[in-house]
Each structure stands twice: as C-alpha cells, then as structure tokens.
C-alpha cells in the first residue's frame, strides 16, 4: 500500500524539459561560437583539457535526476505494510436545535438562537470520538445532518441555521423528539439528544414523545436558553431593528423561558436541565453526563500506517550533487588513464 503526501509538487517536473531545452541551446549556440572561433586542432591546442562532448553531458543528466529526486521528495511518497483495527467508543448524539421565531429574541446575548449555536459548536468541540447528528425544528421538524463522526461539518450546519428555515410558524417539541429518535438505528448503542430549546411549545402529544424515547433508550438532555422575564422578538432589515414581533391584537409579543417543559422531558428520560446563560457551566453538565453514560463500540476501521520515504530521494540528491562536484568540464587524470568518454 502507498501514497502521496503532496503530489501537487508533481507539477515541479515541468522544469526538466525547461532545463534539457536550456542545455541544448547552450550546447548548439556553444558550437556556433567555437565554429566562428576557430577551428578544432586549434582549439586542442589552446585548451587540451577541455572535455566539449560527454562531460557536459553527463553533468546535465545528474542535474535532472538531481531536480527528480528533490521534486519526488516533496512530494512525499508514503508505503506502508502494517494494518491496524482500531475500535472506536462512544455515544450516538443527536442535536435538535430550536429555530423557531421565538428563539431571535435578545433576552441573551447575542440571540437565544445565537446562543444555541455557540453552546452546540462548543460542545461538539469537547466531543472525542462519538458520533453525532443534528435535527432542526420549529413548527415541524426536519433532519440537517444524519449520525457522522465529521465534527467540521456538523458546526458549519449549526453555523448556518436561522429561523427562516421552517416555513411552519410555532415549536413543535414532540416531533423534534421524533425525528431525533429516527437517527438512533442502531440498538446497542448508547444514545443521547441534546435538545436546545427556550421551552416554548405549541404543539401536543409531548407525553407520547418522551414515552417513545424511553422506550428506544434515548436519555435527553435539555439546555434552556432565554430569561424568565423574556423578550420580545426584533423585526429586522439589513441588520437594524425596525419593530417588534405584535399579536392580532397589535400588542407587543414577549416570549419566556418555559423550563419547566424542558424539565419534564429531561427528568423523564433520564436526562438532565441546564440553563443556558453561563457557557462553562452548560459544557461542565453536559461532560458529566456523557462520562455517566457508557460508551459503545460502534465502528472499527482497518488502518495503513504509512511511513514518509521522502528521506531516500534527499539522499539521492545529495549524493549526486556530490558525483556533481568531481565532475568537471575538463580532461582529468584518472578520466584520461580510463578513457571513459572516448576523448582522444
């Protein structure tokens, strides 16, 4: 088994023709000038030690191998022989995170739903080899992101949740629940939703969701983000506020932390309910549980250690530029006993 570190330097090698195009026309134009000189038994006889055929030569084909080699080093070639399985262990997580309009309130710096992605990335980022999913919901619920172990993905999803992603107005805990709970198909391992939420629930069957996740063996965590003194919700135009959300009876919408909902649905299920305001404090929790929890094999992979060989081709080169440097453009003693260019 092999492979290559950086083979983008294989672009480098276009500089080997360059240099043969080069030597060539050094060697062609060499030859007019000499022609235009003199003739050869003349020229012998000013510089008898010049070697005009195979040293030249010679010198320029240890340059292009000398190139190859430092080319092929950069590149890294890597072989490897051993194969390992190595066994990954850990918690199927699954993320439902609230979008509903209520969550652009600023009762918490800098949104609730602001809030909620900065708690999920940081979370994620405490993760070591569990896996992980992420649901979104509001008036309904839909899948983002199945179960995968591709942390920078799964933040660049939560990165890019907003409130215009559910056209159904209201929050719909129990099937964000339901959905979540689809991610889990696998039943021997440990299994955990995460669900950031300001409690607000305008939908039913809450009871018949939390029974279903108690079933399945999904203990759920619930993070309220929001204040019980609420918010109102900002309408907003290029960045600027311009009003606040109003009821059909013009009046001014102010939304609350509803934690008791979350409460129910985190001591139902085994979980636990974190407030949301203080960041340490929420990833401290949440640390606390996972470690509880036992931690499942859910993936084995066969892995190639590579090995970088790139140290062979720089010694290559080294030693050719050593060869280099005793090869001279001229006839040297030892050349001249073995006559090894056959130059009278």
């Given at each position: 088994m092999w492979g290559l570190d950086t083979p983008f330097y294989f672009y480098l090698l276009l500089l080997i023709p360059i240099l043969i195009a080069v030597y060539l026309w050094n060697t062609i134009w060499k030859k007019k000038k000499i022609a235009e000189f003199g003739s050869g038994n003349y020229l012998k006889r000013l510089a008898p030690e010049a070697?005009?055929?195979s040293k030249p030569l010679i010198k320029m084909v240890l340059l292009a191998v000398m190139v190859f080699a430092l080319i092929i080093a950069l590149v890294n070639p890597k072989f490897g022989t051993r194969i390992e399985t190595v066994k990954r262990q850990g918690v199927d997580i699954v993320f439902a995170i609230d979008v509903s309009k209520s969550m652009?309130?600023?009762?918490?710096?800098?949104?609730r739903l602001g809030k909620s992605k900065q708690l999920a990335s940081q979370i994620i980022n405490n993760l070591a080899s569990d896996r992980i999913g992420i649901v979104g919901y509001a008036g309904s619920a839909f899948p983002m992101l199945p179960i995968t172990t591709d942390y920078s993905m799964a933040k660049m999803y939560i990165q890019d949740m907003h409130t215009d992603m559910v056209s159904s107005m209201g929050t719909a805990l129990r099937e964000?629940?339901?959905?979540?709970?689809?991610y889990f198909d696998d039943p021997k391992t440990s299994k955990v939703m995460i669900l950031i939420s300001d409690g607000e629930d305008h939908g039913e069957g809450i009871s018949d969701a939390i029974a279903m996740a108690k079933d399945k063996g999904i203990k759920i965590i619930t993070i309220g983000?929001?204040?019980?003194?609420?918010?109102?919700?900002?309408i907003?135009?290029?960045?600027?506020?311009?009003?606040?959300?109003?009821?059909t009876d013009g009046s001014t919408v102010v939304t609350k932390l509803n934690d008791a909902t979350l409460k129910e649905?985190?001591?139902?299920?085994?979980?636990?309910?974190?407030?949301?305001?203080?960041t340490d404090e929420v990833l401290q929790l949440v640390d606390q549980t996972l470690q509880k929890i036992e931690k499942t094999d859910f993936e084995s992979q066969q892995?190639?250690?590579?090995?970088?060989?790139?140290?062979?081709?720089?010694?290559?080169?080294?030693?050719?530029?050593?060869?280099?440097?005793?090869?001279?453009?001229?006839?040297?003693?030892?050349?001249?006993?073995?006559?090894?260019?056959?130059?009278?």
């Amino acid at each position: 088994m092999w492979g290559l570190d950086t083979p983008f330097y294989f672009y480098l090698l276009l500089l080997i023709p360059i240099l043969i195009a080069v030597y060539l026309w050094n060697t062609i134009w060499k030859k007019k000038k000499i022609a235009e000189f003199g003739s050869g038994n003349y020229l012998k006889r000013l510089a008898p030690e010049a070697s005009t055929t195979s040293k030249p030569l010679i010198k320029m084909v240890l340059l292009a191998v000398m190139v190859f080699a430092l080319i092929i080093a950069l590149v890294n070639p890597k072989f490897g022989t051993r194969i390992e399985t190595v066994k990954r262990q850990g918690v199927d997580i699954v993320f439902a995170i609230d979008v509903s309009k209520s969550m652009l309130a600023e009762d918490i710096a800098p949104s609730r739903l602001g809030k909620s992605k900065q708690l999920a990335s940081q979370i994620i980022n405490n993760l070591a080899s569990d896996r992980i999913g992420i649901v979104g919901y509001a008036g309904s619920a839909f899948p983002m992101l199945p179960i995968t172990t591709d942390y920078s993905m799964a933040k660049m999803y939560i990165q890019d949740m907003h409130t215009d992603m559910v056209s159904s107005m209201g929050t719909a805990l129990r099937e964000a629940i339901e959905v979540g709970s689809n991610y889990f198909d696998d039943p021997k391992t440990s299994k955990v939703m995460i669900l950031i939420s300001d409690g607000e629930d305008h939908g039913e069957g809450i009871s018949d969701a939390i029974a279903m996740a108690k079933d399945k063996g999904i203990k759920i965590i619930t993070i309220g983000v929001g204040t019980p003194d609420g918010g109102q919700i900002p309408i907003k135009q290029n960045g600027r506020t311009i009003d606040y959300k109003k009821d059909t009876d013009g009046s001014t919408v102010v939304t609350k932390l509803n934690d008791a909902t979350l409460k129910e649905i985190a001591k139902s299920t085994g979980g636990v309910f974190i407030y949301g305001s203080k960041t340490d404090e929420v990833l401290q929790l949440v640390d606390q549980t996972l470690q509880k929890i036992e931690k499942t094999d859910f993936e084995s992979q066969q892995i190639a250690d590579f090995q970088s060989q790139f140290q062979w081709f720089v010694g290559l080169a080294l030693l050719l530029l050593i060869i280099d440097s005793l090869v001279l453009e001229r006839r040297t003693a030892w050349a001249k006993k073995i006559n090894l260019f056959n130059e009278k």
